[in-house]
């Protein structure tokens, strides 16, 4: 018993130290935005569980919940290309800032709002605030922590940190709810408030801490947006492909999350404490099995990975459609943790397919093509709801998932070992 004691606290003494070095190693720039964006996520499981609920509400149906976001979704995507070149020339700083007020505007617009129609002002300031701040923290993140770290860093970031936050917020929220009147306009609407007070408080955290680093070397050039983003393709293989992969990797943001919690809520009869739990469930499964994966992901490679992560967010559809009981609604809400461990794994690839000096460049034009996608589908998604039935806007993403990305990614090459350095890498 004693010895092994011993070896559990010798295990554990291990790890403490090692996540210690990890963190001494890691550039200021980085630890800012970590800080960030775990108040952001803080504030948005507070909403996430009510969103859509809300939006429907104030009257809008299935197919008009997709018109909103994806509204949101299109003035997102297009502005993508545009903010990634700004970044590369005047640096992430200043667009960081201007995505974090729009995000405070969108929790404004949305406490005030009296019918879903004035929720497509807040969804999209919303999706541009969104967008437009992790871009600029994905472009921070990619050139700060080196190949080695990248995977671990970026998961350490999007889900340990944030998740931490993440399973506090649904819990706080359910309380609001309750103490507000439960699942209703009224209940709800005091989680914008909060989440407006929240993001302020990030803006004053980047604004005072976050350097005004830059990273492309752009000289005297004359600017050229056509070019400049035309120069992206033309300096790595496999561009191409990752796009399509990058654009069906964030399908769930507009064509299952949006609906999740309304299925669950009118179909499944969730009440507040148990849409709660499946987002307080979503963040556990992030913050106990992101580092593990992560370092895995850093030692044998991004693709394995995720070729274990994506059939658990399978699983999850599945188990949401089958949900004969709130056992399974829980169950299914935890398996979506995969898909937020999967998406930073999918990250990592992404920004070790090009040189730091072209990083804003190439996430926005991944970002277009996500967003345009993801836009379309919601659209979709939300004609499906009311025509076909709920539970097949589910069982589709799985259908696209599996038929579409999941060849494209085994035909690309694993990017562990690229050669391209940041300055994070020596």
């Given amino acids: 018993m004693n010895t092994t004691s011993r070896t559990f606290g010798r295990a554990a003494v291990n790890l403490l130290g090692e ?7 890691q550039q200021r720039d980085w630890k800012v935005t970590v800080a960030r964006t775990s108040l952001d996520k803080f504030a948005y499981q507070m909403v996430f569980p009510y969103l859509s609920i809300y939006i429907v509400a104030l009257g809008a149906t299935g197919t008009q919940l997709g018109m909103v976001n994806s509204i949101g979704m299109i003035v997102a995507g297009f502005c993508g290309p545009f903010t990634g070149w700004l970044i590369d020339r005047i640096g992430p700083k200043k667009i960081y800032l201007l995505g974090i007020g729009f995000v405070a505007f969108s929790y404004l617009a949305f406490s005030l709002a009296q019918h879903w129609e004035m929720t497509i002002l807040a969804m999209i300031c919303h999706w541009l605030g969104f967008a437009t701040s992790i871009h600029s ?24 940190a944030a998740g931490l936050l993440g399973v506090v917020g649904p819990l706080l929220a359910a309380w609001l709810v309750t103490l507000c009147g439960g699942v209703t306009i009224g209940g709800i609407r005091p989680l914008f408030v909060s989440g407006l007070i929240v993001t302020l408080g990030t803006f004053l955290v980047v604004w005072t801490q976050l350097s005004e680093r830059t990273w492309a070397h752009v000289g005297n050039s004359r600017p050229h947006l056509v070019k400049d983003i035309a120069e992206v393709f033309r300096g790595g293989k496999n561009l191409k492909r990752w796009v399509a992969i990058s654009a069906i990797t964030q399908l769930p943001l507009g064509m299952v999350f949006p609906y999740t919690q309304v299925f669950a809520h009118s179909i499944k009869g969730a009440n507040e404490f148990i849409l709660g739990a499946m987002v307080t469930g979503s963040a556990v499964v992030s913050i106990v099995c992101a580092i593990p994966l992560g370092r895995l992901a850093d030692r044998i490679g991004r693709k394995r990975v995720l070729y274990l ?71 979709t998604a939300g004609i499906v709801w009311d025509k076909i039935g709920p539970q097949y806007i589910f069982l589709a993403f799985v259908a696209v998932d599996l038929l579409v990305r999941l060849p494209l990614l085994v035909s690309i090459p694993e990017t562990l070992h690229v050669s391209l350095k940041t300055d994070a890498d020596g």
């Fill in 309 to 379: 992560t994506m059939p658990l967010f399978w699983l999850s559809n599945l188990m949401l459609v089958a949900a004969p009981s709130p056992v399974f609604l829980l169950l299914a809400g935890m398996l979506q943790g995969f898909y937020f461990i999967g998406g930073p794994i999918a990250s990592a690839i992404e920004r070790e397919l090009v040189p730091p000096e072209q990083m804003g460049r190439w996430l926005g034009i991944n970002r277009f093509f996500r967003m345009v996608l993801s836009a379309i589908l919601a659209l």
């Fill in 137 to 160: 923290c994905a472009t921070i993140c990619g050139n700060c922590l080196s190949n080695r770290d990248r995977a671990t860093g970026m998961l350490l970031c999007e889900t340990v």
């Fill in 19 to 25: 996540a210690m070095e990890f963190l001494h190693r």
